[in-house]
Protein backbone atom coordinates (compact mmCIF):
# COMPACT_ATOMS: atom_id res chain seq x y z
CA UNK A 1 0.00 0.00 0.00
CA UNK A 2 2.63 2.60 0.84
CA UNK A 3 6.15 3.11 -1.30
CA UNK A 4 9.07 3.21 0.40
CA UNK A 5 9.73 7.01 -0.01
CA UNK A 6 7.56 10.10 -0.54
CA UNK A 7 9.09 13.66 -1.89
CA UNK A 8 7.59 16.37 -1.01
CA UNK A 9 9.61 20.25 -2.97
CA UNK A 10 10.89 22.74 -0.78
CA UNK A 11 8.23 24.92 -0.55
CA UNK A 12 6.09 22.58 1.09
CA UNK A 13 8.96 21.34 3.39
CA UNK A 14 8.78 24.16 5.37
CA UNK A 15 12.71 23.93 6.17
CA UNK A 16 13.19 20.75 7.13
CA UNK A 17 15.80 18.13 6.41
CA UNK A 18 16.21 18.40 2.90
CA UNK A 19 18.60 16.79 0.77
CA UNK A 20 19.04 17.83 -3.04
CA UNK A 21 15.58 19.81 -2.59
CA UNK A 22 13.41 17.06 -1.70
CA UNK A 23 12.17 15.86 2.02
CA UNK A 24 11.90 11.68 2.16
CA UNK A 25 8.92 10.21 3.44
CA UNK A 26 9.34 6.13 4.14
CA UNK A 27 7.02 3.81 5.04
CA UNK A 28 6.75 4.69 8.49
CA UNK A 29 6.45 8.13 8.06
CA UNK A 30 3.59 7.50 5.54
CA UNK A 31 1.68 5.41 7.74
CA UNK A 32 1.93 8.06 10.99
CA UNK A 33 0.52 10.52 8.58
CA UNK A 34 -2.21 7.99 7.77
CA UNK A 35 -2.88 6.96 11.57
CA UNK A 36 -3.00 10.48 12.73
CA UNK A 37 -5.63 11.21 9.90
CA UNK A 38 -8.25 8.87 11.25
CA UNK A 39 -6.59 9.17 15.08
CA UNK A 40 -5.26 12.53 16.10
CA UNK A 41 -5.22 12.05 19.56
CA UNK A 42 -3.45 8.40 20.11
CA UNK A 43 -1.44 8.37 22.47
CA UNK A 44 1.94 8.32 21.44
CA UNK A 45 3.14 4.66 22.85
CA UNK A 46 0.40 3.66 20.93
CA UNK A 47 1.33 4.98 17.43
CA UNK A 48 5.01 4.01 17.95
CA UNK A 49 3.71 0.01 18.41
CA UNK A 50 1.55 0.62 15.21
CA UNK A 51 4.15 1.63 13.17
CA UNK A 52 6.52 -0.96 14.66
CA UNK A 53 8.76 1.28 16.46
CA UNK A 54 10.00 2.07 19.58
CA UNK A 55 8.57 5.29 21.36
CA UNK A 56 11.60 7.39 21.05
CA UNK A 57 12.26 6.96 17.08
CA UNK A 58 8.63 7.43 16.63
CA UNK A 59 8.84 10.77 18.56
CA UNK A 60 11.61 11.86 16.47
CA UNK A 61 9.79 11.37 13.52
CA UNK A 62 6.69 12.96 14.64
CA UNK A 63 8.47 15.87 15.36
CA UNK A 64 10.55 16.23 12.06
CA UNK A 65 7.23 15.83 10.37
CA UNK A 66 5.56 18.71 12.15
CA UNK A 67 8.90 20.78 11.88
CA UNK A 68 8.90 20.15 8.28
CA UNK A 69 5.21 21.34 8.25
CA UNK A 70 3.99 18.55 6.76
CA UNK A 71 1.56 18.08 10.08
CA UNK A 72 -0.26 21.46 10.13
CA UNK A 73 -2.15 20.91 12.82
CA UNK A 74 -4.25 18.67 15.26
CA UNK A 75 -8.27 18.70 15.81
CA UNK A 76 -11.57 16.98 15.98
CA UNK A 77 -14.24 16.18 13.09
CA UNK A 78 -17.07 17.74 14.47
CA UNK A 79 -20.76 15.77 13.21
CA UNK A 80 -22.92 18.66 12.09
CA UNK A 81 -25.52 16.64 12.20
CA UNK A 82 -25.22 16.56 16.07
CA UNK A 83 -25.33 20.74 15.90
CA UNK A 84 -28.34 20.73 14.37
CA UNK A 85 -29.34 21.96 11.25
CA UNK A 86 -26.84 24.08 9.33
CA UNK A 87 -26.82 24.73 5.57
CA UNK A 88 -23.49 24.21 3.45
CA UNK A 89 -23.40 25.83 0.22
CA UNK A 90 -20.42 25.64 -2.23
CA UNK A 91 -20.17 28.86 -3.95
CA UNK A 92 -18.23 30.32 -7.85
CA UNK A 93 -17.16 33.77 -7.81
CA UNK A 94 -16.34 35.53 -10.41
CA UNK A 95 -14.64 39.05 -10.33
CA UNK A 96 -15.50 41.96 -12.33
CA UNK A 97 -11.43 42.68 -13.14
CA UNK A 98 -8.31 40.29 -12.98
CA UNK A 99 -5.52 42.42 -11.71
CA UNK A 100 -3.56 41.56 -8.96
CA UNK A 101 -4.92 43.81 -6.14
CA UNK A 102 -8.10 42.58 -7.31
CA UNK A 103 -7.77 39.03 -5.96
CA UNK A 104 -5.54 40.63 -2.94
CA UNK A 105 -8.75 42.54 -1.91
CA UNK A 106 -11.30 40.58 -2.44
CA UNK A 107 -9.26 37.66 -0.48
CA UNK A 108 -8.56 40.26 2.25
CA UNK A 109 -12.43 40.74 2.33
CA UNK A 110 -13.47 37.36 3.12
CA UNK A 111 -10.07 36.12 5.24
CA UNK A 112 -12.44 37.13 8.26
CA UNK A 113 -15.48 35.91 7.35
CA UNK A 114 -16.48 32.90 10.03
CA UNK A 115 -19.17 31.13 7.50
CA UNK A 116 -16.62 30.77 4.77
CA UNK A 117 -14.91 27.81 5.91
CA UNK A 118 -12.92 27.14 3.11
CA UNK A 119 -11.85 29.58 -0.36
CA UNK A 120 -9.98 27.97 -3.02
CA UNK A 121 -8.69 30.36 -6.16
CA UNK A 122 -9.41 28.49 -9.39
CA UNK A 123 -8.42 28.02 -13.05
CA UNK A 124 -11.30 27.63 -15.77
CA UNK A 125 -14.21 29.95 -16.19
CA UNK A 126 -14.66 31.14 -12.32
CA UNK A 127 -11.87 32.86 -9.84
CA UNK A 128 -12.66 31.28 -6.71
CA UNK A 129 -15.09 28.26 -4.83
CA UNK A 130 -16.25 29.19 -1.38
CA UNK A 131 -17.77 26.65 1.21
CA UNK A 132 -19.90 28.58 3.19
CA UNK A 133 -21.44 27.08 6.42
CA UNK A 134 -24.56 29.13 7.57
CA UNK A 135 -27.63 27.95 10.10
CA UNK A 136 -29.70 28.48 7.38
CA UNK A 137 -30.53 29.63 3.69
CA UNK A 138 -31.86 33.46 4.84
CA UNK A 139 -28.76 34.08 6.23
CA UNK A 140 -26.66 32.68 3.58
CA UNK A 141 -28.26 35.25 1.41
CA UNK A 142 -27.61 37.81 3.69
CA UNK A 143 -24.22 37.23 3.77
CA UNK A 144 -24.14 37.34 0.09
CA UNK A 145 -25.90 40.57 -0.06
CA UNK A 146 -22.99 41.70 2.11
CA UNK A 147 -20.52 40.52 -0.28
CA UNK A 148 -22.18 42.27 -3.18
CA UNK A 149 -22.43 45.55 -1.63
CA UNK A 150 -19.09 45.75 0.14
CA UNK A 151 -17.32 46.42 -3.14
CA UNK A 152 -14.68 43.98 -3.31
CA UNK A 153 -14.88 43.19 -7.07
CA UNK A 154 -17.86 40.28 -7.25
CA UNK A 155 -19.25 40.02 -10.56
CA UNK A 156 -21.01 37.12 -10.76
CA UNK A 157 -21.89 34.12 -7.85
CA UNK A 158 -23.57 30.62 -8.52
CA UNK A 159 -24.49 29.13 -5.66
CA UNK A 160 -25.11 24.75 -5.34
CA UNK A 161 -26.84 23.99 -1.73
CA UNK A 162 -25.67 20.32 -0.50
CA UNK A 163 -28.20 18.41 -0.12
CA UNK A 164 -26.61 15.49 1.58
CA UNK A 165 -23.19 14.53 2.60
CA UNK A 166 -22.05 11.68 0.61
CA UNK A 167 -18.20 11.31 0.83
CA UNK A 168 -15.71 13.14 3.10
CA UNK A 169 -12.59 11.54 4.07
CA UNK A 170 -8.80 12.42 5.14
CA UNK A 171 -6.02 12.97 2.14
CA UNK A 172 -5.17 9.90 0.67
CA UNK A 173 -1.77 9.71 2.08
CA UNK A 174 -0.79 6.28 -0.12
CA UNK A 175 -2.00 7.66 -3.58
CA UNK A 176 -0.14 10.78 -3.33
CA UNK A 177 2.93 8.47 -2.00
CA UNK A 178 2.68 6.76 -5.38
CA UNK A 179 3.32 9.76 -7.58
CA UNK A 180 7.14 10.66 -5.45
Known amino acids: MYRARMVFDIARAGGAPIRNGQF ?3 DRDLKILSILQHEGRIP ?5 ERVNLTPTPCWERLKRLEDAGIIESYG ?15 VEIELQSHQ ?15 EIVECWAVGGGIDYM ?12 KL ?6 AKIGV ?7 VTMPV ?3 PLPVGIIAEQG
Open 24 to 26: KLD
Open 44 to 48: KATLA
Open 76 to 90: ARISLRALGPISVIF
Open 100 to 114: VEDFARFEKAIADIP
Open 130 to 141: LKVMTRDLESYQ
Open 144 to 149: IEELLT
Open 155 to 161: NRYYSYV
Open 167 to 169: KDT
